[in-house]
């Protein structure tokens, strides 16, 4: 009888996780505490950082992976894995597009159609990253995955590694809400550093109003054009528009509702908390996560310069009076609403009457745009 | 009104119908093998000649009811319903008949329809020309058709150099003698015609722009292209918006577009302008300087839904 009581409780030792723990476990676990801290304490992006957090706490809990016990997210037909099928399978993404466009006033880029161009040079942040993560010794889907950090997207980031480079999905992930949460702090000095004084006070003439009409048309037309074009990025454009269509068509407004904010919601803590579980160790402490962390810093700052350099270059061709304001080039990365809104404070910081919030918008939402336009040329090239 | 919206729907789901019923176009002949000496045996363990089919889509593809035939004659037959006599139908109700993306499957030319769905109820004949086609549904339109050359030998097949594709830019090159004597002329029954271990593109991509200009700038030229139409496309909306706009807004004053413009400044309507003349007669009126007692009470109007009723919840949501 008590070799028994003392076998099952040996075979139960063996089951905890005290007994399968290794330090890649706790260094794992520490993360994960490190980013609910941050979320918490610092408000770093906590809608996300809570959940991937939470999620790394959850992923990373040591369990004997021999014991078939089907609880691990990479375990086929455990719970963790039928809600990562989302991610591997690319739906959740999508689903957040839904609730973007739903949530997404296009008005000011419709008002002003040239901002469009400030987004798409932004997106010059991805492919210098992509050059120097091929320099680095990635290989090129891998350095397609990685580079897509530099959009400032963090759903367009999970779908394009989740077909490109599954096994750095999460580091990816990571990489790019951690700088959409640092924007405030990285954007500012660039900013700065390509701008003259002069530049910093040019006053924007106010945008016209914009007809219901031009709002309903503007996805539609959106979804064809841009589609045409890149049909790879169908998934991610064609729910963005159809979300943006439910806002703006006037009869679909509980549909908007839900996608913008219940379906979102769910959305954002099933990808936040499995994305965040599927950062196992073996996979996370590795040499190439920090190369992914170096190379989504790199594409970031490219980014955002190239933004402001493009309304640099950009204001050379316009009037005098249509000048453009080059501190609103940071915002062609996505990153929404927030580079939109340093564009704003820095504005503001120079003159006080001078608001840039809605030109800021512009290119704000383009870079949106433009970022999924370019996941899917990505995606066509080398998926 | 709604008669004729009716009846434009009616005609917009029967387009779809036709659209969707389409979708086998994907389906290729892609190996065929006429005299079968030493190569695979079917489920009785017989070799006969063998017919594999490709789904060249990406996503699965229901084969029942397309129809397989090595009789040419059905072309000068008219008639859908004779045409099908001359055919094998593949049968419906068969799990097996749908294919998963970029999948195969074997048809044993053996003229025993009763062994089974993959049996047909035709033979080829070694020593001539055997034409193959399938057809669709209706048995009217070719899906797929190709002529075996009465010169393939014993246990070879003819096939497809690369799996359901044509060779566009030169045809000759689609279809090839395999033999099973070199490692590119294995004969590859249910499986690929080429055998990959990795991603082409990518290994395209690493061996030809090792540095990543050429995809940067193919790839901005994309974007910018996608981004450009877009802006065009709604500078040009923006400016049939604005006439449009004038066009009404005249219409309305009982005068023309031309006088309209002429009495009125472009600039007086904006925003800055309006908040800076509130902005002065507020201060000027001194307007509102016992704001912060004034109680204002507005009628909301709630839209009703009966999903979100309390009237149909069970109990009352705990509020703190």
């Keep these: 009888m008590t070799e028994f009581f003392i076998s099952n409780l040996q075979d139960f030792w063996h089951l905890t996780g005290f007994y399968n723990a290794t330090w890649e476990h706790f260094v794992m676990l520490a993360v994960g505490l490190f980013f609910i801290w941050l979320a918490i304490k610092k408000d770093f992006e906590p809608m996300l950082l809570v959940p991937i957090g939470f999620g790394m706490l959850i992923g990373n809990i040591p369990f004997n992976t021999e014991a078939g016990l089907e609880i691990g997210i990479y375990e086929e037909g455990s719970v963790l894995n039928i809600l990562y099928n989302g991610v591997s399978a690319g739906w959740y993404p999508p689903l957040i597009f839904l609730g973007i466009g739903a949530m997404t006033d296009f008005s000011a880029l419709i008002a002003n159609p040239k901002l469009m161009l400030i987004g798409a040079a932004a997106q010059f942040g991805i492919f210098g990253a992509y050059m120097v993560a091929l320099l680095l010794g990635f290989e090129p889907d891998q350095a397609g995955a990685i580079a897509i950090i530099g959009g400032a997207d963090g759903p367009t980031a999970i779908f394009l590694s989740s077909k490109l480079a599954p096994n750095l999905m999460g580091a990816i992930a990571v990489s790019a809400y951690s700088y959409m949460a640092l924007v405030p702090v990285i954007q500012p000095p660039i900013m700065r550093l390509f701008t003259t004084k002069k530049e910093r006070l040019i006053k924007m003439k106010p945008a016209r109003a914009v007809s219901q009409n031009e709002k309903i048309i503007f996805p539609i037309i959106g979804l064809l054009l841009t589609c045409f074009v890149v049909p790879s990025g169908i998934p991610l454009l064609g729910m963005l528009f159809f979300g943006n269509l439910l806002r703006e068509c006037g009869v679909t407004t509980r549909l908007a509702k839900t996608a913008s904010n219940a379906l979102t919601d769910i959305v954002t803590i099933l990808l936040g908390m499995t994305v965040g579980a599927s950062t196992q160790a073996s996979q996370f402490l590795t040499a190439e996560t920090i190369g992914i962390f170096a190379l989504g810093f790199m594409a970031f700052i490219i980014a955002s310069s190239s933004g402001v350099l493009f309304v640099k270059l950009f204001n050379l061709f316009l009037p005098k009076s249509k000048k453009i304001n080059p501190l609103i080039g940071n915002a062609g990365v996505s990153a929404v609403p927030m580079s939109a809104r340093i564009s704003n404070n820095l504005g503001l910081e120079y003159d006080p009457s001078n608001y840039l919030l809605m030109h800021a918008m512009g290119p704000n939402v383009s870079g949106v745009i433009g970022s999924a336009v370019a996941a899917g040329v990505l995606l066509g090239f080398l998926a | 009104m709604k008669k004729k919206l009716s009846t434009i729907l009616l005609i917009m789901v029967a387009c779809v119908g036709v659209a969707t019923a389409q979708t086998r176009g994907a389906l290729r002949i892609n190996e065929i093998m006429v005299q079968n000496e030493n190569s695979v045996v079917d489920d009785y363990g017989c070799r006969s000649a063998w017919v594999e089919l490709f789904n060249s889509s990406y996503a699965p593809l ?66 001539q020309d055997n034409w193959v086609g399938i057809f669709d549904a209706s048995g009217l339109n070719v899906i797929d058709s190709i002529t075996v050359p009465a010169s393939l030998l014993a246990n070879t097949t003819y096939a497809r150099a690369i799996d359901g594709k044509d060779n566009e830019t030169n045809p000759a090159l689609t279809w090839e003698v395999r033999d099973n004597l070199t490692p590119t002329s294995y004969i590859t029954p249910s499986s690929n015609n080429i055998i990959t271990d990795s991603n082409t593109k990518v290994e395209t991509f690493k061996t030809q722009d090792e540095n990543g200009f050429a995809m940067t700038i193919m790839a901005m030229c994309i974007v910018f292209s996608a981004l450009l139409l877009l802006c065009v496309c709604f500078f040009v909306i923006s400016k049939i918006g604005e006439r449009i706009s004038k066009r009404n807004k005249a219409k309305s004053h009982g005068t023309s577009v031309s006088e309209l413009s002429r009495s009125e400044h472009s600039d007086h309507d904006s925003g800055e302008e309006i908040a800076a003349i509130v902005m002065a007669l507020h201060e000027h009126l001194d307007a509102h300087d016992q704001e912060n007692t004034i109680l204002t009470i507005n009628k909301v109007k709630k839209a009703y839904s009966p999903w979100s009723s309390k009237i149909y919840g069970l109990r009352e949501v705990p509020r703190r």
Aim: zero cysteines; a positive charge; charged letters at 20%.
């Design chain 2, 62 to 127: 229901e084969i029942s009811s397309v129809y397989i035939t090595n009789n040419k004659d059905v072309l000068n037959v008219s008639d859908a319903q004779e045409r099908k006599k001359m055919m094998y139908a593949v049968p419906l109700g068969d799990v097996n008949t749908k294919m998963p993306k970029r999948q195969h499957v074997i048809f044993w030319a053996d003229g025993q329809p009763t062994r089974g769905t993959f049996h047909t109820n035709f033979t080829l004949t070694p020593g």
